[in-house]
């Protein structure tokens, strides 16, 4: 057989962590905290919201950018949350998850060489994505255990190349809840430029403590520069169905749909009706905070006097501890060592630093039923 010689697009792109994790928790017969999912099921009412989209004629093409009714339930959320207002019709596409978002806006606006700004630890789609467009991932390292961000950083590394800068909040793996004045921050440092951005808001229900989530849609130059991207699968504990939306201005909207036109043309058409029946009770997103906020506690509590040190999520699913009072193993080392030998799989976060540096953190998902987090708590009391 023929073998084509060609230059991978991708050639040092290792197996994702969330597949490795999880499978080694399946062989080990592991409680999996590692990949973000949740153990139990969505709500029936959601089900039920399916069951009769599929009774009903809607089993061929959707419209490119998503079924009307879904666009108007989404843009009303993101109204009624954070009192922006965008068209449903000209700013609003509905996506195969917040990951097609993500692809489909980078692929859209950065060229060879342009420049990428990207905060670490980061999600790992970013800069794959980046980089198979042809762009220069930037990395700026955020600082200690807390994972503050630099922005003095971020201001120094913008220069004629930068064409985007990719934010996340709530923060995935850190949990960290970017502040008002942070998102301040940014918008007067990209003021008078023509640098987009690219706001990964996947986790934006999941806030505790009080705290607001800043979507970048609520400050309006920043906005005005913003694809923001947002994921079904996460709000509606419906991580399989890959469903998601971008939200961005007309003009940015216009050239995000060439891509998405040619990268799926449309979205799951019953699952879009389904949704925008569930849409139509906000109540159905805006107890989600308080939901998780009551699991992290739980879990907390329950290992408050183990060896693992923490500060307390402020948002998403994820909850990252410390281990450097049990062991100065590497955290890929720890995480392995803990399936095997403890049953329970978690994620090393140093994957997803700059340079691979080490902070001997894990993160633990605890998007789980409270009787697995209570297992949980028993195996980290005994480590
Ligand atoms: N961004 C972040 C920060 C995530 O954690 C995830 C994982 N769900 C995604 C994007 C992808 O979302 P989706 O599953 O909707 O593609
Ligand atoms: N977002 C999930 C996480 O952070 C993983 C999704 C995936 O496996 N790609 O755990």
Same mark, same amino acid.
């Given at each position: ?182 998102? !301040? ?8 430029? $023509? =640098? ?7 986790? &934006? /229900? ?114 990252? !501890? ?8 590497? $955290? =890929? ?7 095997? &030998? /403890? ?41």
């Amino acid at each position: 057989m023929a073998k084509l010689t060609f230059k991978s697009k991708l050639p040092d792109l290792p197996t994702s962590i969330f597949t490795t994790m999880s499978q080694m928790a399946k062989t080990e017969n592991a409680l999996n905290l590692s990949q973000g999912f949740p153990d139990f099921p969505p709500d029936p009412e959601l089900v039920q919201c399916v069951q009769q989209a599929m009774q009903k004629d809607y089993h061929q093409y959707a419209p490119l950018g998503g079924i009307f009714p879904l666009r108007e339930q989404i843009a009303e959320k993101i109204e009624r949350c954070y009192g922006s207002s965008y068209h449903p019709q000209k700013e609003i596409t509905v996506t195969v998850g917040a990951t097609q978002a993500i692809f489909t806006a980078i692929s859209a606006f950065v060229y060879p060489g342009d420049e990428v700004i990207v905060l670490k630890p980061a999600y790992d789609c970013y800069e794959p994505t980046i980089v198979a467009n042809g762009g220069i991932p930037v990395l700026i390292q955020m600082e200690g255990k807390e994972h503050g961000v630099n922005w003095d950083e971020v201001a120094r590394c913008i220069n004629h190349k930068t064409r985007m800068i990719v934010i996340n909040t709530p923060h995935n793996p850190s949990g960290r809840v970017f502040s008002r004045e942070e998102m !301040l921050r940014l918008e007067n440092l990209l003021r008078d430029t $023509d =640098i987009l951005v690219v706001s990964d808001e996947v986790y &934006e /229900h999941l806030v505790f403590d009080g705290l607001q989530h800043e979507s970048a849609s609520r400050f309006p130059d920043l906005a005005s520069r913003s694809l923001v991207c947002a994921s079904f699968g996460k709000t509606f504990h419906v991580t399989g169905w890959k469903m998601g939306y971008c939200a961005a201005p007309e003009y940015l909207m216009a050239e995000f749909q060439k891509i998405h036109e040619f990268a799926v043309f449309c979205v799951n058409h019953p699952l879009q009706h389904a949704l925008t029946a569930y849409l139509k009770n906000p109540e159905h997103y805006l107890g989600l905070g308080k939901f998780f906020e009551e699991k992290r506690n739980l879990f907390l509590r329950g290992i408050e006097n183990s060896r693992f040190r923490f500060i307390p999520t402020q948002g998403t699913y994820f909850q990252l !501890l410390d281990y450097s009072e049990i062991s100065e193993e590497s $955290d =890929i080392h720890i995480a392995e060592r803990l399936t095997r &030998e /403890h049953g329970i799989a978690s994620i090393p976060i140093s994957v997803f630093n700059k340079k691979q540096l080490d902070n001997h953190q894990l993160r633990f998902c605890f998007a789980k039923k409270d009787e697995t987090l209570n297992k949980a708590i028993e195996i980290l009391n005994t480590i």
